[in-house]
């Protein structure tokens, strides 16, 4: 089962795709409600489909090649999938800033200066679009500085904390 948030022109939807028998048919949970989708043509990328039958009704689609889009009933809206699934190592940096990856509030800090930190763990919670975000230390070290506490908002690039 693979889970996504998919935002079609500013509305999200939680998705989570459910392995069927058959190549062409899949069973989708949107935002818990199961629906039936069918490719007709199994065969070719997900982005080069053209139509598709949801819950029995055909539907003219069209993808973007690198899914930034998407084209239905002549309407074109911007598309983000963000797999939820997904763990990103985030590359060392050479001075250790953590910074915002998308803008937001931060709901926890979990850590204070002075504080030994491994790579990965968590040190504040960021929520944003309803979704709470795991900021983590991107190497093993000590905790520098906190720039940020709860009930801050922040945005995208701003520098939240730093790990020596």
Same mark, same amino acid.
């Given at each position: 089962? @693979?889970?996504?948030? +998919?935002?079609?022109? #500013? ?10 028998? @058959?190549?062409?048919? /899949? ?11 069918? !490719? ?9 489909? @053209? ?5 029995? !009704? ?6 973007? !090649? ?7 009933? #002549?309407?074109?809206?911007? $598309? ?5 699934? &997904? ?5 060392? @940096? ?15 800090? /979990?850590? +204070?200066?002075?504080?030994? +930190?491994?790579? #990965?763990?968590?040190? $504040? ?17 000590? +905790? ?6 709860? &009930? ?7 520098? $939240?904390?730093?790990?020596?």
């Amino acid at each position: 089962m @693979s889970k996504l948030t +998919v935002t079609i022109g #500013g509305q999200s939807f939680d998705v989570e795709f459910m392995l069927t028998e @058959s190549a062409s048919e /899949l069973a989708v949970k949107v935002n818990g409600e199961t629906i039936q989708v069918v !490719r007709p043509d199994a065969n070719q990328p997900f982005e080069a489909c @053209s139509w598709m039958i949801i819950d029995g !009704r055909p539907l003219e689609i069209e993808f973007d !090649r690198d899914l930034h889009w998407i084209r239905s009933k #002549g309407d074109i809206e911007p $598309l983000e999938i963000v797999d939820c699934e &997904a763990v990103v190592a985030r590359p060392r @940096s050479g001075d250790g800033r953590i910074k915002a990856p998308i803008p937001g509030l931060i709901t926890t800090v /979990l850590v +204070v200066p002075g504080e030994a +930190v491994e790579a #990965g763990q968590p040190l $504040l919670y960021l929520e944003a679009m309803k979704m709470q975000n795991e900021i983590r230390a991107p190497f093993a070290g000590k +905790v520098k500085a906190i720039h940020v506490g709860a &009930a801050q908002t922040v945005t995208r690039d701003q520098v $939240l904390a730093e790990v020596e």
